[in-house]
């Protein structure tokens, strides 16, 4: 062995990373085809490919460790080719800034029976890519903070086994959406969890729902689970993502399920909103910023009762890309859930905002505001009547306050000038 070249025993068997594996152990070796493609703004459209074992590989790419390095970990049965939505993620960092763009490519063991996926390939393809991260960071001298693994469904689960197998030490983990069948209720070790980098922020988007039979192909039936209370029941579906909380932040948009405009026919619909909603958050000329909102559910979101971004305004948070400036409220013992809402179609952000009535409590007694409804006039062709939520807990004194929720609103208010945060503009 030359000395351009480094054992693959080092690169999959790090000594420190592996004495406790985990998970059951696949064969280790390059027949994974595990492939990492850079890209940069000096080869925005023909990749380098990196190769671990081979220092020179790096070293005579366009990689640089002055620039953060985003690494892009695709889902189950993908082909490994670049698809469309991948490559203008690479392009909309690109244009963003100076990056390094690494794309993971474990197309072939995707494929694979969903089961052995989990049990086998996912933590190997995971230690292969700590190897490999670690490599690099040798190599280059790039610190731990410039490494972003953004993991879409299931790579959600592949990047967090490489920040296990690097003791957390990369900057920040963003799953998009993480896989939910056969990892719901398993402990941390086994699945991406906050521990897993110094900022973990994720994208819940398909976390459950009804699903009629016949609605999608029969290939993607092992990527749901399947529960029927009763005979007659109607089969409710726990989708593709998981509901639980795993990150130091956690984004649910739309409450995490029922995304505007998707299909209950199409079941990747929802789940592929998180990357859409993600993409929108990376282009330099946004229409408007996504913020959500601190919440303890989505209820209590709907109603109002979480409008108020705090005193160092850290409970209106911003969503997507942006989030990383949040790293400072990580609580490496629990997840702070952030609720918002979105439009169906592109651009997904919307302007939050929040109605109150102030009632006379007479009024109040003499009429049941329970069943009322307020209309709104936003110009000569649109008018909005949306249900008033009334909240007991929010009467006070002679008046009583109706926060409004639910609205989104698609243009800009013309006669009515609405103030704060809950519905949506």
Request: aromatic share 10%; hydrophobic share 40%; with cysteine.
């Amino acid at each position: 062995m030359n000395g351009d070249q480094i054992a693959l025993t080092e690169i999959l068997r790090p000594p420190a990373l592996t004495a406790e594996a985990p998970y059951k152990r696949a064969n280790s070796g390059p027949s994974l085809d595990t492939r990492f493609r850079l890209f940069t703004r000096q080869n925005p459209h023909k990749p380098y490919f990196l190769v671990a074992a081979e220092r020179d590989s790096i070293l005579n790419s366009t990689f640089s460790a002055k620039w953060d390095t985003k690494i892009y970990i695709h889902g189950y049965l993908n082909s490994g080719k670049l698809l469309a939505p991948e490559m203008e993620l690479k392009d909309r960092f690109l244009v963003r800034g100076d990056y390094n763009i690494i794309m993971v490519d474990w197309g072939r063991k995707s494929q694979d029976l969903y089961g052995r996926v989990v049990n086998l390939v996912v933590p190997e393809v995971g230690q292969q890519l700590a190897a490999f991260i670690r490599v690099v960071q040798n190599v280059t001298g790039a610190s731990w903070n410039s490494f972003h693994l953004i993991g879409c469904s299931i790579g959600a689960h592949v990047a967090g086994f490489a920040g296990k197998y690097l003791n957390g030490q990369i900057g920040r983990i963003t799953g998009l959406d993480p896989a939910s069948p056969r990892y719901k209720n398993l402990p941390p070790q086994k699945r991406l969890s906050r521990t897993d980098a110094q900022f973990v922020d994720v994208i819940h988007t398909d976390i459950y729902g009804v699903v009629p039979f016949g609605a999608s192909p029969v290939w993607i039936m092992p990527y749901i689970e399947l529960k029927v209370a009763s005979p007659n029941a109607t089969p409710r579906i726990s989708k593709s993502g998981l509901k639980e909380p795993i990150g130091h932040i956690d984004f649910f948009p739309n409450g995490g399920d029922r995304q505007p405009n998707c299909s209950r026919a199409d079941l990747l619909c929802e789940h592929l909103r998180s990357y859409d909603y993600y993409m929108e958050t990376i282009a330099t000329a946004a229409p408007c910023a996504m913020v959500g909102f601190v919440c303890t559910d989505w209820p209590s979101f709907v109603a109002g009762r979480c409008t108020d971004c705090g005193a160092r305004n850290d409970r209106c948070l911003r969503f997507g890309e942006p989030a990383v400036q949040h790293r400072e409220l990580s609580d490496a013992s629990r997840s702070l859930l952030v609720y918002l809402r979105t439009a169906g179609y592109y651009p997904y952000c919307v302007y939050h905002y929040e109605v109150r009535l102030e009632v006379i409590a007479d009024v109040a007694r003499r009429y049941s505001l329970h069943n009322s409804s307020l209309t709104v006039t936003l110009g000569p062709k649109v008018q909005l009547h949306v249900p008033l939520v009334v909240d007991a807990e929010q009467i006070e004194g002679s008046k009583l306050f109706c926060p409004v929720g639910g609205t989104v609103l698609r243009q800009r208010p013309s006669v009515l000038t609405l103030t704060a945060c809950t519905g949506a503009a």
